[in-house]
C-alpha cells in the first residue's frame, strides 16, 4: 500500500492569500500547503480521501491517470469543493463511487445540485454514485476500511482506517470506542494545526498527546497552517517516529 498527500494544509492553504507571516513567505517547498487530501493506492487501485478545491492541481502534480473512488470525511468547502473536478475520471469510468455518510450526501446535494440531478441534466456534468456508510468496516477491492467518528467541534466527522494505516482529519475529540479502532496501526496521519490552541482542531501539543496515546509505530501530522511555524525547524522537535507530512510525500507500507 502506498500513500500519496494529496495536500497537507488547513482550511486557507499556504501561503494564505494577503498573508505575510514568514511561513507564507518561505522559500522551502515544504512550508507550500494545498488543502489536506491523501491518495491511498494498492495494486492499480487508487482511492482519494476528500477532493478539496486544489484536487485539479493534485492530479496534475502526481500524474494521476484514473482513480477508483473517493472518500469523504465532511462536507466541509476544504474537503469537498473539487468535486466538479471528477469530470476527466468520469469520461474513463462513467459513475464515480463516492462514500460518505448521509449528512455529508445532502449537504454535496444542495451544494452541487447539478451533479445530483435526474432531470434535464447538463450534459458535461460530472457523474457519481453514492455508497452511505455507517460505522461498519467495509471492503475496498480487498482492502478492510474502518469508518472511525471524531468531532472538529460539533460536528461529526468520518475519518477512515485502511488496513494498517489510520487517517484522521479535523479532529479535536473522541469517544473511547473509536479509539479502540487505532489499536496496532503502522501509520497515524492526523491533523496537527497550530501551536496555540484551536476551538476545534488539534494543536501541536494536542496531536503529540494523542499519538503517545494511540502509540502507532509512526505518525505523520496534516492539515497544518502556517501558525505552526516553518517545517524544517518544527520537526527538529518531534519525537523520533513523528514527523510533519508535506505534500507530495509518498509513504510505501
Not at 143 to 157: F, N, Q, R
Given at each position: 500500500?502506498?500513500?500519496?498527500?494529496?495536500?497537507?494544509?488547513?482550511?486557507?492553504?499556504?501561503?494564505?492569500?494577503?498573508?505575510?507571516?514568514?511561513?507564507?513567505?518561505?522559500?522551502?517547498e515544504?512550508?507550500?500547503r494545498?488543502?489536506?487530501?491523501?491518495?491511498v493506492?494498492w495494486?492499480?487501485?487508487?482511492?482519494?480521501?476528500?477532493?478539496?478545491?486544489?484536487?485539479?492541481?493534485?492530479?496534475?502534480?502526481?500524474?494521476?491517470?484514473?482513480?477508483?473512488?473517493?472518500?469523504?470525511?465532511?462536507?466541509?468547502?476544504?474537503?469537498?469543493?473539487?468535486?466538479?473536478?471528477?469530470?476527466?475520471?468520469?469520461?474513463?469510468?462513467?459513475?464515480?463511487p463516492?462514500?460518505?455518510?448521509?449528512?455529508?450526501?445532502?449537504?454535496?446535494?444542495k451544494?452541487?445540485?447539478?451533479?445530483?440531478?435526474?432531470?434535464?441534466?447538463?450534459?458535461?456534468?460530472?457523474?457519481?454514485?453514492?455508497?452511505?456508510?455507517?460505522?461498519?468496516?467495509?471492503?475496498?477491492?480487498?482492502?478492510?476500511?474502518?469508518?472511525?467518528?471524531?468531532?472538529?467541534?460539533?460536528?461529526?466527522?468520518?475519518?477512515?482506517?485502511?488496513?494498517?494505516?489510520?487517517?484522521?482529519t479535523?479532529?479535536?475529540?473522541?469517544?473511547?470506542?473509536?479509539?479502540?479502532?487505532?489499536?496496532?496501526l503502522?501509520?497515524?496521519?492526523?491533523?496537527?494545526l497550530?501551536?496555540e490552541?484551536?476551538?476545534?482542531?488539534?494543536?501541536?501539543?494536542?496531536?503529540?498527546d494523542?499519538?503517545?496515546?494511540?502509540q502507532?509505530?509512526?505518525?505523520?501530522?496534516?492539515?497544518?497552517?502556517?501558525?505552526?511555524g516553518?517545517?524544517?525547524?518544527?520537526?527538529?522537535?518531534?519525537?523520533?517516529?513523528?514527523?510533519?507530512?508535506?505534500?507530495?510525500?509518498?509513504?510505501?507500507?
Amino acid at each position: 500500500m502506498k500513500i500519496t498527500f494529496l495536500g497537507t494544509g488547513t482550511s486557507q492553504g499556504i501561503p494564505m492569500i494577503a498573508n505575510n507571516h514568514p511561513v507564507c513567505l518561505s522559500d522551502d517547498e515544504k512550508d507550500k500547503r494545498l488543502r489536506s487530501s491523501i491518495m491511498v493506492s494498492w495494486d492499480d487501485k487508487n482511492y482519494i480521501v476528500d477532493c478539496g478545491p486544489d484536487f485539479r492541481q493534485q492530479m496534475l502534480r502526481e500524474n494521476v491517470q484514473h482513480i477508483n473512488g473517493v472518500l469523504y470525511t465532511h462536507e466541509h468547502a476544504d474537503h469537498t469543493a473539487g468535486m466538479d473536478d471528477l469530470r476527466p475520471f468520469c469520461y474513463q469510468m462513467g459513475e464515480v463511487p463516492i462514500y460518505l455518510d448521509k449528512r455529508t450526501l445532502t449537504s454535496l446535494q444542495k451544494r452541487f445540485e447539478y451533479i445530483f440531478a435526474t432531470e434535464n441534466r447538463y450534459p458535461g456534468a460530472p457523474k457519481v454514485m453514492p455508497h452511505l456508510i455507517d460505522d461498519t468496516s467495509f471492503f475496498l477491492d480487498g482492502v478492510e476500511v474502518t469508518p472511525i467518528e471524531v468531532l472538529h467541534g460539533k460536528l461529526p466527522v468520518t475519518c477512515y482506517r485502511f488496513n494498517d494505516m489510520a487517517y484522521l482529519t479535523d479532529v479535536k475529540t473522541m469517544a473511547s470506542s473509536e479509539k479502540e479502532k487505532l489499536q496496532n496501526l503502522e501509520m497515524l496521519v492526523v491533523n496537527a494545526l497550530r501551536v496555540e490552541e484551536h476551538p476545534t482542531h488539534f494543536n501541536l501539543q494536542e496531536a503529540l498527546d494523542f499519538v503517545a496515546e494511540i502509540q502507532p509505530k509512526r505518525a505523520y501530522f496534516s492539515h497544518i497552517s502556517h501558525r505552526l511555524g516553518f517545517h524544517a525547524e518544527v520537526e527538529q522537535h518531534l519525537p523520533e517516529n513523528v514527523f510533519l507530512a508535506y505534500d507530495g510525500l509518498k509513504i510505501e507500507m
